[in-house]
């Protein structure tokens, strides 16, 4: 069974770093990892992936200022580094994995059918 647990949320001042971590379990290889965040009042939007062969892609909002990362050691366990967070940046993220579609796509959210989520972690950036 696939499991997704996100940690690494929290309440910080503008311009300030925090890491999210999304340990999983069951996550067959080749499948897209992408972090999703949904902001109050907001559709969830897809915000980062690493595809089924090693690429990333980036929402335009966080380009510049987010990383997202693997650890291929833990198993699978990925990563999102936030730096410069801005009161904008407020929402629930989530970890989410699923199969990848193969091929070019244009967003985070069109790598994959998303069939699997973390429970979400909140972030609030105060200004």
């Known amino acids: 069974a696939v499991n997704l647990v996100e940690s690494g949320g929290g309440s910080v001042q503008s311009g300030a770093t925090l890491r999210l971590s999304c340990a999983a379990t069951?996550?067959?290889?080749?499948?897209?990892t992408a972090w999703f965040r949904q902001a109050a009042g907001k559709e969830r939007e897809g915000i980062a992936v690493?595809?089924?062969?090693?690429?990333?892609?980036y929402v335009d909002s966080v380009k510049g200022r987010f990383t997202i990362s693997r650890d291929y050691d833990k198993e699978y366990t990925w990563y999102l580094q936030m730096n410069n967070l801005q009161p904008e940046d407020t929402a629930i993220y989530y970890c989410?994995?699923?199969?990848?579609?193969?091929?070019?796509?244009?967003?985070?959210?069109?790598?994959?059918?998303?069939?699997?989520w973390g429970q979400g972690t909140q972030v609030t950036v105060s200004s």
């Open positions: 989410a994995a699923g199969k990848y579609n193969g091929g070019w796509y244009s967003r985070p959210s069109t790598c994959a059918t998303y069939s699997y």
């Open positions: 069951g996550v067959p290889s080749g499948w897209c």
């Open positions: 690493i595809d089924g062969e090693g690429g990333t892609k």
